[in-house]
């Protein structure tokens, strides 16, 4: 029985506000039944209003810590969030290349809500190349996969051709989600590796409540698939998880507030193929 739980990690930036990084994937994780570690490669101040500062942690130190985790623990899979800057997202990549922690999920978070920058521009190009190879899932909004792909995307069929673009950088499988766009719906288009796509569809919530909605979608896969989940299964799950965060509000703060990481999910994801 040693080691049997299964065991998920983040690699991403802590948010001192609790709403997103690697504090909303750790709740994601406990909310999913996984348990969660954690590698962090940023300390932020930031609060519902937004990111007041930030603080890429030591190259080496983050050595140390997945070395840490790789000579006990048992990680079936691990997430990525903010990575901060071309040393980092290389420090990440060089060390994901030398452990087994499985499947590998990238969330490219690239811009707060509140509009701070939380990727230096020119590490983007090293996340295409580098760190996206590496991925078994890839889930920008559509402003991050604009930055990623150097191309405005607006409509349903702008969205398909963002994950076909992605899928050639060499990721896998292809989540483009769509809660950025003017749609009434908010609808997620997915591309997976044997050429199987399909939308997910939930109704479009009005509410400031949405802070760490890409980190808790994203780590909501990552934990699935570290149980054993089945890959589509996984991101609809995540969908259906997302979803029941925003809409069963808690209220926390003055500004963006964070989702509801104890909400329970209620089945409300349309599946569908246009």
């Known amino acids: 029985m040693i080691n049997s739980t299964p065991q998920v990690v983040t690699i991403a930036g802590s948010d001192s506000g609790g709403g997103a990084g690697i504090q909303a994937d750790l709740k994601t994780f406990q909310a999913r039944q996984a348990f969660g570690m954690s590698i962090i490669v940023a300390l932020t101040a930031q609060n519902t209003y937004g990111v007041q500062s930030s603080l890429p942690i030591a190259s080496d130190f983050i050595d140390s810590q997945f070395n840490s985790l790789a000579e006990d623990f048992s990680i079936k899979a691990a997430k990525t969030g903010m990575l901060a800057d071309t040393e980092h997202v290389l420090t990440v990549v060089e060390n994901l290349k030398k452990v087994e922690f499985g499947p590998l999920i990238v969330d490219p978070v690239m811009?707060?809500?509140?509009?701070?920058?939380?990727?230096?521009?020119?590490?983007?190009?090293?996340?295409?190349?580098?760190?996206?190879?590496?991925?078994?899932?890839?889930?920008?909004?559509?402003?991050?996969?604009?930055?990623?792909?150097?191309?405005?995307?607006?409509?349903?069929?702008?969205?398909?051709?963002?994950?076909?673009?992605?899928?050639?950088?060499?990721?896998?499988?292809?989540?483009?989600?769509?809660?950025h766009s003017q749609n009434k719906e908010a609808s997620d288009f997915v591309l997976l590796e044997n050429g199987e796509s399909f939308w997910m569809s939930t109704p479009r919530i009005k509410t400031p409540n949405t802070h760490g909605t890409g980190d808790t979608f994203s780590a909501c896969i990552a934990a699935e698939l570290a149980k054993g989940t089945q890959l589509k299964e996984a991101i609809i799950t995540g969908k259906e998880f997302i979803q029941a965060a925003i809409s069963q509000e808690i209220f926390v703060g003055h500004g963006h507030g964070p989702t509801n990481h104890w909400a329970q999910i209620q089945n409300s994801v349309t599946i569908h193929e246009r």
Do not use: C, F, W
């Open 111 to 179: 811009v707060a809500k509140g509009g701070h920058q939380l990727l230096e521009y020119d590490a983007v190009q090293t996340i295409k190349e580098q760190l996206l190879p590496l991925a078994v899932v890839v889930t920008p909004n559509l402003p991050e996969a604009e930055i990623l792909l150097g191309k405005s995307i607006t409509t349903d069929r702008d969205m398909i051709e963002a994950a076909k673009s992605l899928q050639a950088l060499g990721t896998k499988n292809i989540v483009v989600k769509g809660g």
